[in-house]
T-cell receptor, first 114, second 112 residues
Framework: NAGVTQTPKFRVLKTGQSMTLLCAQD?????MYWYRQDPGMGLRLIHY???????AKGEVPDGYNVSRLKKQNFLLGLESAAPSQTSVYFC?????????????FGSGTRLTVV | KQEVTQIPAALSVPEGENLVLNCSFT??????LQWFRQDPGKGLTSLLL?????REQTSGRLNASLDKSSGRSTLYIAASQPGDSATYLC???????????FGKGTKLSVKP
């Protein structure tokens, strides 16, 4: 089925460890986004990309890096995980910035940093 | 800075009731407004997308309205069912990069 796929779905990290979250979409969308969702805070934008080879910072980018080497993939990296990065991470994609056709979200990655 | 507020934070109704969820935003310069549904432990499902030039959108038992000048949107759910129980999120898009600003959601519980 067409959509946005996130891997892994769950992960437990120790403080200081690194990891990469993968987001893949098969809808030929130009725009891709990484959000985090925390209780009482709602969803907040971490980084986004407006096309292959481009990335930009969102509202809460500190401690994260991203790459978009291929149009269909958007990677979110944590170089040195901290307990404050315990969250649920959602990837999303859209056809254009004006989102004429709306957003498509992945099912999320639940990350715990101990 | 755009801020999105959703009222109420939680709502419990008996099955069959019609209900209204509210969303307000501080900056009327938006491209569009979207309503999402989120089930516990799941991702977000897009329900309705209203472009800034539109006043409302309908899908089945759902109707969303947009009053951009007053910074308000409502999601109307007719004849609620237990399967409607979920958290409903409102989000606005105000920039060409397409990022969304989310409210914190309304948690809806529909009792049989």
């Amino acid at each position: 089925n067409a959509g946005v796929t996130q891997t892994p779905k769950f992960r437990v990290l120790k403080t200081g460890q690194s990891m990469t979250l993968l987001c893949a979409q098969d809808m030929n969308h130009e725009y891709m986004y990484w959000y985090r969702q925390d209780p009482g805070m709602g969803l907040r934008l971490i980084h986004y990309s407006v096309g292959e080879g481009t990335t930009a910072k969102g509202e809460v980018p500190d401690g994260y890096n991203v790459s978009r080497l291929k149009k269909q993939n958007f990677l979110l990296g944590l170089e040195s995980a901290a307990p404050s990065q315990t969250s649920v991470y959602f990837c999303a994609s859209s056809y254009s910035g004006q989102q004429i056709y709306g957003y498509t979200f992945g099912s999320g990655t639940r990350l715990t940093v101990v | 800075k755009q801020e999105v507020t959703q009222i109420p934070a939680a709502l419990s109704v008996p099955e069959g009731e019609n209900l209204v969820l509210n969303c307000s935003f501080t900056d009327s310069a938006i491209y569009n407004l979207q309503w999402f549904r989120q089930d516990p432990g799941k991702g977000l499902t897009s329900l309705l997308l209203i472009q800034s030039s539109q006043r409302e959108q309908t899908s089945g038992r759902l109707n969303a309205s947009l009053d951009k000048s007053s910074g308000r949107s409502t999601l109307y759910i007719a004849a609620s069912q237990p399967g409607d129980s979920a958290t409903y999120l409102c989000a606005v898009s105000g920039g060409s990069q397409g990022n969304l600003i989310f409210g914190k959601g309304t948690k809806l519980s529909v009792k049989p």
